[in-house]
């Protein structure tokens, strides 16, 4: 049994787009507050959309979500310019 068996496609659907909505803002502030649990859930919540035929954009994710596999401590950390 999927961990999305009994919602909606409706539901399913809002669910991946919301992640897109929330990565746009962070985009738009300048802040990570999406991670890669965000990551894996969207990738998830695709595969799931994909299974039940529906259609979808895929999430552009930034550079430091890019590769999931890739441990977070080996990425750059962000400075601030003055």
């Known amino acids: 049994m999927s961990e999305f068996s009994g919602l909606s496609d409706h539901f399913i659907m809002?669910?991946?787009?919301f992640i897109r909505?929330?990565?746009?803002?962070?985009?738009?502030?300048?802040t990570r507050l999406i991670g890669l649990p965000a990551r894996h859930r969207a990738d998830r919540l695709?595969?799931?959309i994909e299974r039940r035929g529906l259609v979808c954009r895929p999430i552009e994710?930034?550079?430091?979500?890019?590769?999931p596999s890739r441990d977070p401590a080996d990425r750059p950390l962000r400075t601030i310019e003055n």
């Not at 909505?21 to 300048?30: P, R, V």
């Not at 994710?61 to 590769?67: C, F, S, V």
């Open 61 to 67: 994710w930034p550079e430091h979500l890019a590769d």
């Open 21 to 30: 909505n929330e990565l746009q803002a962070d985009a738009l502030a300048g």
């Open 46 to 48: 695709f595969k799931e």
């Open 14 to 17: 809002r669910m991946h787009e």
